[in-house]
Structure formats: structure tokens, C-alpha cells
């Protein structure tokens, strides 16, 4: 085989990223929400869904919840499905991107490395990391599933915030921290940060 033949040539035929955004009249985007459990991360990201689509733009929220019962069902929760875990968002996540659709992940992807994996599987030039900063105390007031009372009983082992450390993102496209913004306010901000992404010229 000489070395510029293409093994996957259905690429070669398929629509290009360009044509596929101008159909959408939109840019293609990540917006890679990190942060503790209850720190608001999936109500900014239904919150933004609507709101994109309120203005015409089309959205996909990633969350735990159509992942985990889904494509990632035979996972659990080890230090190698965590990984194998964020490395298939990511890889759906690239997909989605590459067709012209704004992709929302709300994962906790709690490691640097985790999110420096998925940002080299999407692609830098598309992926903002967004670090919902809500600090622990607030989101174990919340504790809206009782995770944070099982940890703390030893129920869960390797639980982020508690038994289990969270890297917190080094340089960040945006911090929102829910203690202090509303949802409201949180969205206006992430519409800001993909402004350039909502017209495609």
C-alpha cells in the first residue's frame, strides 16, 4: 500500500463539515460543563438547550443520564470505565460538532488529563471548557440524590469531593459558579462565550 492511499475512502464522499453548517446556518461547537455532582452543571445545559433552540439554533445536551442508559450501559465506575466512559462522549461529542451542532456535555470528567483527552479527541479549535465552579459545601447542601450522604457513610467509594479528588480546570473559557448567578444568568453568559458560533458567513 503506498503511503497517501486513503483505507477509509467513504470519507472522501461524504459532505463536508462546511456544507453541513451552512445548511444549519450555525457553527459547530463543544461546551464541556465540568464540575462537582449538584453543582448545576445539566440545569446550564437544559437551560441553554432551550434557549438555543428558542433563537433557532440546534443543540444536543450530553448528560450521564442518556449516556450511562445507553451507549456507556456496560460501564461501571473504575478508573478505566471512567475513562473509556468520557472517551466515547467525547467521540459522539466530535461527531455531533462536525455535523454544525452546538454539543453540551455535563459530565464531571473530574481529572485534567480526562478533559485534556476529550479536548484532543473534539479538537481544541471547537471545545470550551466551562468550569461550574459551585463550591463543595453548596452542592452537598443540595445533595438532590443523597449521593453525597451515601459517601459519606463509605456507601460510595471513589465518590468526586469527597473520597475522590476533582482537578480543577487550569484555564478555563468561562467559570460559572451557581451559588451566585441564577440559570438565567449563567445562560446569558454561555451565549456570550458561543456568540461567534451562532452565524455561519
Known amino acids: 500500500m503506498k503511503p497517501n492511499d486513503n483505507i477509509y475512502p467513504i470519507f472522501d464522499r461524504l459532505l463536508s463539515r462546511i456544507e453541513r453548517e451552512q ?10 460543563l465540568t464540575g462537582l455532582s449538584g453543582s448545576g452543571k ?4 437544559i437551560a441553554l438547550e432551550r434557549e438555543l433552540y428558542r433563537r433557532g439554533h440546534l443543540c444536543r445536551v450530553l448528560d450521564g443520564d442518556n449516556i450511562r442508559t445507553g451507549i456507556n450501559n456496560n460501564l461501571g465506575f473504575s478508573a478505566e470505565d471512567r475513562r473509556e466512559n468520557i472517551r ?6 466530535k461527531l455531533f460538532v462536525d455535523t454544525g451542532i452546538i454539543t453540551v456535555a455535563a459530565f464531571i470528567s473530574p481529572t485534567n488529563d480526562l478533559r485534556a483527552m476529550a479536548r484532543d479527541i473534539i479538537g481544541a479549535d471547537d471545545f470550551l471548557e466551562v468550569y461550574v465552579s459551585t463550591p463543595l459545601a453548596e452542592c452537598e447542601r443540595r445533595d438532590v440524590k443523597g449521593l453525597y450522604a451515601r459517601a ?19 484555564h478555563p473559557a468561562l467559570e460559572i ?6 440559570v438565567e444568568e ?12 451562532l452565524t455561519k458567513k
Open 177 to 182: 459558579d451557581t451559588t451566585h448567578l441564577s
Open 186 to 197: 449563567g445562560v446569558a453568559r454561555l451565549m456570550a462565550l458561543l456568540e461567534k458560533n
Open 23 to 32: 445548511l444549519l446556518g450555525q457553527r459547530g461547537a463543544m461546551v464541556w
Open 42 to 45: 445539566s440545569t446550564l445545559a
Open 88 to 93: 466515547r462522549i467525547a467521540e459522539v461529542a
Open 152 to 170: 459519606r457513610r463509605g456507601e460510595i467509594p471513589d465518590f468526586t469531593g469527597i473520597s475522590a479528588p476533582f482537578d480543577a480546570p487550569r
